[in-house]
């Protein structure tokens, strides 16, 4: 079964600092890969999918993605982290019968 | 991306009322909308995929008869949670997409269900 993993429950990272919210996954086949932003009390935002080409992916808002095939990893990146940036973060994957499958989520904290 | 908004944003209502959510995509014509619903701290879990036309698929432990899911048009779907409990409180978020892999889902803002 398709499945990703965020390790870590929460991420602190001073403003303007460099950030990363780690995404690993596990599939059978060719994998989908969606990130994607939670604010308070509010649906899910697109930031950024990998389907094919290079495997870094450029997505909304400054952040991009690494896909990395040998590591089974996606992990999301900031070069210069805002405070507005603080929001819960999910990584997704799209099993065989184009469902999503999301992890268990990352609350990222940038602090002034 | 594309547009899907909720109605109501917020609901409070009594033990055994039912209650109806709206999900519509604004901007184009979904055949396929998915519900969800998401815990305090926790992820989001898939209830069922709607498809515009046809009955409801409803992933195992949810109860069909329980959340009536209609999807009558390419942009409406309705979640209604029938004889709500307590244990029914909960975000409840829709999205918008297509069974293509490659496509991106795209959700609504949300609704707050709590059931007193």
């Known amino acids: 079964a398709q499945s990703v993993a965020q390790p870590e429950d929460q991420v602190n990272v001073a403003e303007g600092n460099p950030l990363t919210v780690k995404c690993t996954y596990s599939?059978?086949?060719?994998?989908?890969l969606f990130w994607y932003v939670q604010y308070p009390n509010r649906g899910l935002q697109f930031l950024l999918k990998y389907i094919t080409g290079d495997n870094l992916v450029k997505g909304s808002y400054g952040f991009e993605a690494e896909f990395n095939k040998s590591q089974t990893s996606f992990h999301l990146k900031k070069p210069s982290a805002l405070v507005s940036d603080s929001a819960l973060y999910f990584c997704a994957v799209r099993d065989p019968i184009q469902k999503l499958v999301f992890g268990t989520g990352t609350r990222l904290l940038v602090s002034p | 991306g594309a547009v899907v908004s909720q109605h109501p944003s917020r609901v409070i209502c009594k033990s055994g009322t039912s209650v109806k959510i709206e999900c519509r995509s604004l901007d184009f014509q979904a055949t396929t909308m998915f519900w969800y619903r998401q815990f305090p701290k926790q992820s989001l879990m898939l209830m069922a995929t709607s498809n515009e036309g046809s009955k409801a698929t409803y992933e195992q432990g949810v109860e069909k008869d329980k959340f009536l899911i209609n999807h009558a048009s390419l942009t409406l779907s309705t979640l209604t949670v029938t004889s709500a409990h307590p244990e029914d409180s909960s975000f409840y978020i829709c999205s918008s997409g297509s069974l293509t892999s490659t496509d991106t889902q795209y959700f609504g803002p949300g609704t707050r269900l709590t059931v007193l």
């Open positions: 599939v059978s086949g060719n994998p989908y």
